[in-house]
């Protein structure tokens, strides 16, 4: 097949006919001389339709049935793979939680399930905080009067909500507080919502580097052997330190880094000193939808790939602090009418969010509202589990149903 | 990657186009040399065409090189005509943190021969005005879905034109049945409309109507890739050449192959090479009312969730039935989020912003000027429930610690937004506040500006904190 009909040969077509040839590429012309034949042929009184004649002049030499065209899977193979972390631990691995939580292990990018499956589906954990936090009131509405101490709130959703994990946001230690919290009275906490649900647990502190290592000091020794996930651990904290307290206890260390990919990788790195790559998780901060999320979405993706090509210091699974979609105004301001009710915009706002993150990588969510965790967690197993078979012809029928 | 592999963008270097320019180093493109002019054109920063020795004759072989070359890894096509026509495709990358994705998905919401003509223009008028300002852009939804349920030809022919009447948007025209598709055609013959669909059943007759009417033809084949790249080299012999991809939107059950799909078409346009499926693709999310939940608040929240992953996940089209606020505010934010340029720091303009209402006794703050900074220090602020003057420094674009740690944010800098501002006229005091990040600029920034700093928290959440204590 030529590349192209020659303008030199085209010229000799009457002009409205040029108009249609040119920029078809694809055309059979062997040779110009056969389709001028066949031009003569169709262009017989009766057969001039107005402008069918057109179609029925491409006809001429177009294929009457299907050509084949296999597909063959467009299948990578990736010298990396993510490291496996386990969260919690049962009685017989020196814990108390009824079940364990396995997250990472990915050898392809997020649900490249045609390349390899998803060996351990992503988690969402349930944020819970210790003491009185702003909260949105389409959260609030779903949460009852539960929010206003830990141990209830850990219970409801667990309890109610069937929660896979629980994050502790101990926000009452921050040095900003009038009464902070001590750190002995934080790691009580710690333990109070540890008797209370029997789920992996997120510890999570203020933000105040000193504050937040005095407080993991007390909780990682007071709870021993749960493998607890230390929220979080970062650049300028005595990350030596907070790493051997990791390694003692039996926890897991939550390396956050402010979206900057160099710094996640010196994190890692420094953390991989001390600690095995089983018990690191990374954050690479979230932001939210309408309010950098670009930036967060590329920054995992651009580190899950790193990581599946080879770079060591970026194959830790990520976690997502996905309720800061409600740091948008869009998620709980109220906007005109035409935005719809907020208690509906507000959740879809973090779902937005979260299955985002979820196709960039993201292995473990900290999420806020139920709606929103809920649809995660169905979205997660559609992606996770087996379809089996699904009806194609009922799909097609869109275009001519009443919906 | 596989051998087959072809010279995707990650593998064009600047010397591979240079080799093929004139180089003249005329400047006519307004470079200073043909090598910068190679180096633009690999990152799609300027045009081939402004390279005006190479539309000499003697160039004319390097000139259809390059333009092979720079071919985007997915077809770019057009659906419509005049000032409203949506370009769809053109993608030059997989991964936008390669370089920027080209089209935002376009999104179209869909009406049906058998609504009264009341819903109809409700419909089209909704899709029309649809615009929420964010940053500086106007989110706005692009076409509109005319489907046939009546299947009667007529019907749908005075449907079609109905709405051409109300509105300029470009249209997509949705039936199996070619006899129906062509009665709408016949309302707007030349308005270069999408149509919806050739399948394995009706191809030979859409694919004439593609050509009689020269418009964009879907290919659809749901869940059958096999199928869909054999209808596409069917469609392409046939001389029909603007083919958009359609391998079906399973909301529910089929959800992962979904997602699969279209990942596997756009990794084997851009990776591979596979001219079958280099093509722009179209997601359904309205299949998922084919399978409604409970009530139609549910089925929508479905329709917005696989909306939201086919923008993540490569569809250069959607089809949306949902009219709600609360289902396309986060689907337009989020399109404009993944298609804006990764390779530049969002930047706000350098200015004193006034929150709330402040007076001559309200409390002076700085912040830098990128984008995220600005707009969470804002947003801090004005949950916060106070009112204050908001300097913001131009740090090039990055965040207070970079911006200070680079050198971007110095007490020059900030002396000089202070005094630029006029706050000094609008206070009485003399009283800065600054980011915790910025603190070890204190003393310096005290010397330059001859005001007292106060040094804030290292997260904005904490600026309410602070002035409830601190200020008075």
Not at chain 2, 266 to 282: F, I, K, V, W, Y
Request: glycine letters at 6%.
């Amino acid at each position: 097949m030529p590349e192209g009909v020659k303008k030199e040969s085209n010229q000799k077509f009457p002009s409205e006919l040029f108009d249609l040839l040119t920029g078809n590429n694809e055309l059979e012309l062997q040779d110009v001389d056969i389709l001028l034949d066949e031009l003569q042929l169709l262009f017989q009184p009766g057969m001039m339709a107005a402008s069918p004649r057109v179609a029925a002049l491409k006809a001429a030499a177009k294929p009457t049935s299907l050509l084949d065209a296999p597909f063959s899977l467009p299948i990578q193979k990736y010298p990396g793979q993510v490291a496996e972390v386990t969260l919690g631990a049962t009685k017989k691995d020196g814990g108390s939680r009824g079940k364990t939580i396995t997250i990472g292990g990915e050898k392809s990018p997020a649900f490249y399930t045609f390349e390899n499956p998803t060996p351990n589906p992503p988690v969402v954990s349930f944020d819970v905080f210790d003491s009185k936090t702003a909260l949105p009131r389409s959260v609030r509405n779903e949460l009852g009067d539960t929010y206003q101490d830990p141990v209830s709130w850990a219970k409801f959703v667990v309890d109610k909500l069937g929660a896979d994990m629980v994050t502790l946001h101990l926000v009452s230690i921050d040095p900003l507080n009038p009464k902070p919290a001590t750190p002995a009275e934080a790691a009580r906490t710690v333990e109070d919502v540890l008797q209370a649900v029997d789920v992996p647990l997120v510890v999570g502190g203020c933000g105040d580097p000193e504050k937040d290592l005095a407080v993991f000091e007390k909780v990682t020794a007071a709870c021993e052997g749960e493998r607890l996930l230390i929220s979080t651990i970062t650049l300028d904290m005595d990350i030596e330190k907070s790493a051997k307290l990791v390694e003692k206890y039996g926890h897991v260390a939550l390396a956050f880094s402010s979206m900057d990919l160099n710094q996640a990788r010196e994190l890692n790195r420094r953390l991989l000193e001390h600690l095995p790559k089983e018990s690191i998780i990374m954050d690479t901060t979230t932001a939210a939808l309408g309010y950098g999320l670009d930036y967060a979405f590329s920054i995992m993706e651009r580190a899950r790939i790193s990581g599946l090509l080879g770079d060591p210091e970026l194959q830790q699974p990520m976690s997502s602090g996905t309720t800061n979609a409600w740091a948008a105004r869009e998620a709980w301001k109220k906007l005109d009418p035409q935005w719809g009710d907020k208690n509906l915009r507000g959740p879809m706002w973090e779902v937005v969010t979260g299955l985002t993150l979820l196709l960039a990588g993201v292995d473990i969510f900290m999420m806020l509202h139920p709606a929103a965790v809920k649809t995660l967690r169905n979205v997660i197993k559609r992606l996770t589990t087996k379809s089996g078979t699904f009806d194609t012809d009922k799909i097609a029928n869109w275009v001519s149903s009443t919906l | 990657m596989t051998d087959n592999q072809k010279g995707g963008l990650k593998q064009l270097s600047p010397i591979d186009v240079y080799s093929l320019l004139p180089k003249t180093n005329c400047k006519e493109c307004g470079e200073d040399n043909c090598m910068a002019f190679a180096t633009k054109l690999v990152n799609r920063e300027v045009n081939l065409e402004k390279c005006t020795p190479l539309k000499d004759a003697k160039y004319k072989k390097n000139y259809a090189k390059l333009v092979e070359m720079l071919k985007p890894a997915v077809k770019e096509v057009t659906i419509g005509v005049g000032d409203k026509a949506v370009k769809i495709g053109g993608k030059l990358v997989m991964y936008r943190h390669e370089l920027t994705y080209t089209n935002p998905t376009a999104i179209a919401i869909d009406v049906t021969d058998e609504m009264s003509d009341e819903e109809i223009s409700s419909r089209v008028k909704y899709t029309q005005d649809f615009s929420y300002i964010y940053i500086g852009n106007n989110l706005q939804l692009q076409m509109i879905a005319v489907r046939s349920t009546s299947n009667d030809a007529d019907k749908f022919k005075a449907a079609v034109k109905k709405v051409a009447e109300q509105t300029d948007l470009p249209l997509i025209l949705c039936s199996y049945d070619a006899a129906i598709v062509e009665s709408g055609l016949m309302a707007i013959p030349k308005a270069r409309p999408l149509l919806y669909a050739a399948t394995k059943d009706n191809w030979k007759e859409m694919a004439e109507l593609a050509l009689m009417y020269k418009c964009p033809l879907v290919v659809s084949a749901p869940n059958d890739i096999s199928l869909l790249r054999s209808l596409v080299k069917t469609m392409i012999a046939y001389g029909v050449e603007d083919v958009v991809l359609d391998p079906g939107t399973f909301a529910n059950a089929g959800l992962g192959e979904t997602i699969n799909n279209f990942t596997m078409i756009r990794r084997a346009a851009c990776s591979l090479g596979d001219e079958l499926l280099a093509l722009p693709t179209l997601g359904t999310p309205i299949t998922a009312w084919t399978e409604p939940a409970k009530n139609a608040t549910l089925t929508t929240w479905k329709e917005t969730q696989i909306a939201a992953m086919l923008i993540n996940r490569y569809a250069d089209a959607l089809i949306i039935h949902a009219t709600e606020g609360w289902s396309l505010l986060p689907l337009t934010v989020l399109r404009q989020n993944i298609y804006t340029d990764p390779r530049k720091p969002v930047a706000v303009k350098a200015e004193m912003v006034e929150i709330g209402t402040p007076d001559e006794n309200s409390p002076v703050l700085i912040t830098s000027n990128f984008a995220l900074t600005y707009y969470t220090v804002a947003q801090d602020i004005e949950s916060s429930g106070n009112s204050v003057y908001l300097i913001v420094v131009d740090s090039e674009g990055t965040a207070i610690d970079a911006g200070v740690a680079g050198r971007k944010m110095t007490a020059e800098t900030i002396a000089d937004a202070i005094k630029e501002s006029g706050v000094e006229e609008k206070v009485k005091h003399r009283k800065l506040i600054i980011p915790g990040k910025a603190a070890r600029l204190s003393g310096e920034i005290e010397d330059l500006s001859k005001w007292d700093v106060m040094v804030g928290p290292q997260d904005s959440s904490g600026i309410a904190k602070l002035l409830q204590d601190k200020w008075k």
